[in-house]
Each structure stands twice: as C-alpha cells, then as structure tokens.
C-alpha cells in the first residue's frame, strides 16, 4: 500500500466537559455535568451493589431488586414510573452489572423535577409486595429464556467464563440466577437486600444535559434532600488470587449451529492500578479492533480459522465500570468443524510475538485515535454521559476522570502494551469452549 | 413503606420547541443528493449513504455490503481498515430489500480521509476473489446462526407468509445461497447498482454545511454513472387469515408475530396510526406491555412498531413467551387488539402517547448519532428533517376520535396475518381453541 495513504493522526481531541459535584447531608453523591444548549436531560442513579453482593441461594437477586424497583414506591402505584417517564416525552431503563446496579432515564429538558421526584421516590421506599415479587419472577424468568436459554450462544461468555476462572461464589455464580433460587426470593428478602444496599450512601445521582447547575441543585436538594441518611455497607470480599495453571470448560449448546470458543487472563486493579491496567484496555483494541487487528486479520481473513473475533476488558464488555478482579476477553466464533485448540494456539503466537515486538507507532496511533472516537461518541449522549460519570464518582470518587481518559489513553506506550501481552499466558488462562450441538 | 404525607408530582415545565439544525444540500453532477447537517456538539462526523436496491437479489445485495470494503484497486481491505481507524472511524454497510445503507463515523478532522475511502469503494471496488470467499462464508455463518434462532424463524415464516413473492418476503437470505454466489456476480452488481443517481450522502456533526457539501462534491463527485431507475413494487397488505403453526419441537418459548396494515410514513393518518400503535403495544406504557408482562408476567419485552418500508407500511408486533402460557397470551393479545379496535382511548392515554411520541422526536435527534439516523432513513424516503416539524405537528393535532379511527380501520385482530413458532405437540390444542390454526 502507498505510504501517501498513511494519516498521521493530530493529537486527539480531549473532552472538556464541565463537571460539578457535590454530597447532600444525607450522604448522596450528586454529579452535575450541564449543557445548556441540549434539549434534553439524562438521570443516572448507580447504586453500589451488583450481582457479586449476592448472597448464596439467592443467585439472580440483585438484577430480580433491580425489576421490583420499578413495582412502584410511596407516592406512586404499580405503573406509575413507566407512565411518568414515558408520559413526559422520555425513556427509561434499568440493568445490572457486576458491581453496581443503575437506573435511567433521559427526557426532554422540562421533565427534570419530575424524574428527579421518581427516583428519590423509590430511593426513599420501594413498593414491594408478594405480587409484584411473583409477577417480576416471572418476567425474569422470560428473560432469561430469551436471552440464555433458548438461543444460540445463550450467556456465552459472561455468564460461562465466570466459574471456570474464579473459584468464590461471588466471582463465580451465575448472575442471572438458577430459577431455583428466584423461586425461593420473598419479600422479607428485598426488603433486607434494600435496607442493606440501596442505602443513599451507596448510591451516586448524575445528571447531564440542558440545565443551568444552580436551577438542578436546587431540585436535587428539594426532591433528595430528605431521603433518610444510611451509610454504605462493607464492600463485599473478591479478592481471590490468579490462575497458576490453564483451565479449560467445554460444553454442548444444544441450539448452536458453529462452534466458538473465549479465553481470558487476569488485569490488574482497575482502581488502585489504572496505570497499569490502561494497557491492557489498549490491548484488547490492538488484537481485535477491526480487520486491521492483528487477531481478525489472522484468524479470520488469513487463516479462516474464525469467522468474527472479539476482544474486551470486563466480562461485560465496558472496561470503565468494573471492580478487581477482572479480566481481558477474547472470544471467536469458528466455522463449523472449527478447532479451538488451533485459536487458542494461534492467540498464544500472536500475543507473544507482540509481547516480542510490540505493536508499531502507527498501528498503536490509530487504535488509540478510534478509542477517543468512540469516547467521544459515547459522551455526545447525555444518559450515557451520566452513567459514566455516575460510575466514575461511585468506583474512583473521581467522575472528572472521563475527561482525562483520551489523554490517558493516548499516553500509553508500545512497550506497555508488549508487556501487557506478555502476561497473555497460557498457564494464566481461562478458557471455555462452545460444541455445536445443532446441526445444520 | 413510608408513613411521610403524600408528595405530590412536580409538573413539566412549558416544552421547548423543536429545533432544526442548520443544513445545506446540493444534488452533483452525477445525481448524487448530499446533505449537510451541522450538530457541533463533540469533534465527530456522521456520514449515512442510502442507496436504492430495489429488485436486488437479497442474497447478492447482503453479499455485495458484506465485501464493498474488500479491496480496490489501490488499497487492500486492511489498508482500508488501517485509514479508517486512523482517523478514528469506521466504515460499514447494510442491506435490506429497499437500499444499501453505508455508516461511517469519524474525528471530524478525518472527514476527508473517510470520504476518500469512501469514493475509492464506491469507484474502484474490486471483490478480490480471496477475500470476496472469505466474507462470503462469514455472512453464511452469521445467517446460519440468526436462523437458528426463534424469533428469526418466527419473523421469516411471517414475511413469507405477508409478501408472498414480494421481495420483502426474504430479509435473512438462505445460507447455503449465500455460499454459491461468486465474486463475478457481486462485480457485475456493483457495476449495475451501486450508482450515484437516485442516492444520497447525509453527513452529520461538527461542520460547516456548505463546506461540507463542497467536499463531499471533490472527493465524490468522480462517482459517476447512471443505474437502471428501479423503483420498489407496492408490497401486497397483511390479509387475515388462520394462525400459521411453524412447529419447533423442544422449544422453551413461543413466538408469537403478526402482521397487520398500517399507512405510510407520509400519509396524513400516520401520525394518527402512531399514537393508536402507542396506546396498543409500541411503548412500555402500552396496554399489551401491561398487560401481558406487568400483570401476567407472560413475555419479557412485548412490542409492536410501526414498519415502513418504500413499497408499503406495516405493524408487527411481536412476544415470545413461555410454551405453557402460550394460549393465554394469544387470547391477551386479541383481547387488547380487539379492545383498541373497538372502543375509543381514554383521553389521557392518547395525550400520554402524544408527549412520548414528540418528546422520542426531541430525545432521538439530541445526538450526532440520533440525527444522522433519522436524517439518513428520510432521505431515502425522499424526505429531509423538516418532515419531522410537520410530525410534530401533525401528532400535536391529532384528536381522540382520529386515533379511534385509526385503529377501527388497521387494528383489528380479525385483519392480522398471524404466526406462532412453538412446540406444536404441547400448544397446538391450546391455540386452536382460541382461533383457526393451520400447520406450517
């Protein structure tokens, strides 16, 4: 190829958002990132307690609370949040992730107070009661089917990879819950599980969007500042030590048509260490980013060992709203009659020769360039904004990070991305393997 | 629960109107409309290229998307791969029966790299036979896994059984005709098809409009060409008929879709049609979502959207839900289209599905992203943004009695063409006491 079609990037474009954060008597964290130009607002409240708070027999419950936080509370009956969000032009979700559970809403500007009201309203007192415990099993229960249990790749590889690498039950345990355990959920459980976790302590309110911040603390004040005062509980114990030789899982999934195969090996601390784990996130990108990548361009368009390949930090995917111990992912799918054992292979070549060489000053420019891009995507939605900086303020106490992140993630090196890859060993791996049990 | 006095609901503050972003437009030499949108709101550029592919193979089209960034004369599909990222974007297409849609996302100071790429595929792509069989068998195997999945199969039988002969009767080609096309066909295809008359460019995002237009004009003004003017035939309506049992023996859920008229996107009872969808089953705050999941806890996401596609419209509704309440949830679902058909809405259910419905407009466009989106899909129905003004006002409008109309006229369950892929051996006898079934 010509080298005239080379571009040499500039420096990356950093974000400069504004970011205002404060803590009510009560204890709430609150994040104010305004802009005032924007037609609409996005609500985050993160709550610190994801599903490794779980407690054992009651597998699933910390996404199960995150439904029945929306059963009602106080002031408002069954329905009413839907209809109050939804009502003033806006929309709403919840999920749950591994350590922290969030809740949001993004409306036009007018409707801030009113979604402000609803969350303090279920902050102070959900409306739990046998019904609509039994009535959101049941759609947990569907959702389940839907997403894990009857499709191809159900769960693979979040809920598979979990209990091969770690041996505790918070690590390990399916998160989406044994529908044993659902079954056995009760009222006196949610309410204990709310008293404990969903205390304002342990929780962070962002908002961004169109908003002047002296008009959006007055409301936080008014609608959250008498949310009863609860501190945080002990965070939960995960430590656990890494890997000192492979472990391999393989399983039949009875409705898939090609086999697939994921492997991971421990980060550093995403918190105490995040210059140290910058690298390996940078990694991830070098190795699957693409058909530039040095993974797809081998395994896919070279060797047609895979047909996609995938590459992450965080069992879900997003590498800013994790606790230790994690973990970066590779995953492939394979064609039918594919060897894992060869991917897998074929991975240990490639992380060593990079471990060897390091990635070029071109290749590592341009991977960095797409990450700020996608950085920068992501923030241009004001929900998604909020998140990060809610999560931010939740993990590191330091939502202000977000801007620094391009830069931060521009400053790492070749020789720390080398030595990230380099860790890559097969002694340290997790590994679980997908059999086709369908056939085509 | 709190024992606190009752708060009362904060009031939305008076709306904000909609606010058009600045753009201008210019149709080049070769027919190619471009549109430029400024959003300046982070340094990024969105660029949306809709192109008509009316009576294409849908095989040969997916094919032809899949590998259009391949190769061309001058640079291989890494080196595309590699320019892209450099400039921290990326560069995809898909098809559906009515065009090819090219996104392509980049750091505003990369815009004129992406559209150099872009012009030299549209130019000078040359499907390299390697790479072409490569991307070949990647596209087989991803449809090989769609199809393997319930709500595809359910989806597939409904558009079979909808459009007949019409080309929207296939969106997931067969596989095993994906893996028989040859690279000469897509060339050929390419040479024909991927022309400049009758397309149109919409670029999005931290610019300058004229600018913008003037060098999408330099850099693809040497796309040139004229295709055969093809024009997407009027798909045929949904028309009643029995419930179509696709047997799926083991399966853990049924899924339930069916298809009923609607009028087109510019059609005055259109935004009419939307509020009625709303009030059905196209939002969480729907009586079907109400009650088929809050109240039942039958399905896990309910939905039902309104369709439009250049050669008609269509709602389709979907639920998968588990196979031992399969019946009921068919009676449910009949009920609420039967209610909606038959008896007007209650005023504030249609003022609660018209602030969703303009406030979605408000939330959908606040981004680069969201804009581009909704900019691309209109142009290629002809129209541009200001379409969503008349929108706005034409949902504003709308009364009580304009929606009853709407859904007396297009809503009623005895006008859905109506499949369920389940396990016949345990649901048959159910559903064919609650309607004709007939064995798929």
Known sequence: MPTSHLTHPTQPPRTGYRIERFTLDNGLRVVLAPEPDCPVT??????????????????????????????????????????????????????????????????????????????????????????TLRNQVDVVKEEIRVNVLNRPFGGFPWLRLPPVMFDTFPNAHDGYGSFTDLDAAGVEDAEEFFDRYYACGNAVLCVAGGFSVEQARKLVERQFGDVPARPAPSAPVLAEPDLVEARHHSYVDAAAPTPAVAAAWRVPDPVADLTGYLPYVVLSEVLTDGASSRLVSRLVLEERLATGVSGYVGFMGDPFDVLDPTALLLQANLPAGGSAERVLGVIGEETERLAAEGPSAEELSRVQARMTALLLREGDTMIDRATRLAVLELQRGEPALLNELPALLASVTAEQVGAAAATLRPHRRASVEVVAGRDR | MSASAVRPLPDLEPAAPLVLPRQAEAVLPSGLTVIAIARRTTPLVEARLWVPMAEVDIAEGALLAQTLFSGTGTRSATGIAEETQAV?????????????????????????????????????????????????????????????????????????????????????????????????????????????????????????????????????????????????????????????????????????????????????????????????????????????????????????????????????IAADVATEVTAPALVETLYELGRIATLPPEPEEVEQARRYAIGGIMVATATQAGLARFAGTLAGFGLRLDHLALRVERLAAATVEDVHRVASTYLGPGRATAVLLGDAERVERGVASVMPVEIG
């Open chain 1, 42 to 131: 996005g609500v985050a409240v993160v709550y610190g307690v994801g599903i490794r708070a779980e407690p054992q027999g009651r597998t699933g419950f910390a996404h199960l609370f995150e439904h029945l936080m929306f059963q009602g509370s106080a002031n408002l009956e069954k329905f009413a949040h839907f209809r109050h969000v939804q009502g003033a032009g806006g929309t709403f979700n919840g999920s749950t992730h591994l350590d922290y559970t969030r809740y949001i809403q993004t409306v036009p500007a007018n409707a801030l107070e009113r979604v402000l009201f609803l969350e303090a309203d279920r902050m102070r007192a959900p409306r739990i009661t046998p019904e």
């Open chain 2, 88 to 316: 921290g974007g990326s560069l995809n297409c898909g098809a559906s029966p009515d065009r090819w849609l090219i996104n392509g996302d980049c750091l505003a100071s990369g815009l004129d790299r992406l559209l150099e790429v872009l012009a030299d595929a549209l130019c000078d792509a040359r499907y390299p036979d390697r790479e072409f069989s490569v991307e070949r068998d990647r596209l087989a195997d991803r449809f090989r896994v769609s199809l393997s999945q319930p709500p595809t199969l359910a989806r597939t039988a409904l558009l079979r059984r909808v459009y007949g002969d019409h080309p929207y009767a296939v969106e997931t080609p067969d596989p095993e005709r994906v893996g028989a096309v040859e690279a000469e066909r897509v060339r050929d295809l390419h040479e024909r098809r991927m022309r400049p008359d009758g397309a149109a460019l919409v670029l999005v995002g931290d610019l300058d409009p004229e600018e913008a237009i003037e060098l999408a004009g330099r850099r693809l003004g040497r796309w040139t060409g004229s295709g055969r003017k093809v024009t997407m035939p009027p798909a045929p309506s949904p028309t009643p008929g029995p419930l179509l049992l696709v047997d799926r023996p083991g399966t853990l859920q049924s899924s339930l879709r069916f298809a009923l008229p609607a009028p087109g996107r510019d059609h005055p009872d259109s935004a009419a049609m939307q509020l009625a969808n709303l009030v059905f089953g196209g939002y969480f705050s729907s009586r079907w979502t109400e009650n088929l999941r809050e109240d039942k806890g039958y399905s896990y996401g309910p939905g039902s959207v309104v369709d439009h596609s250049l050669g008609g419209s269509a709602v389709m």
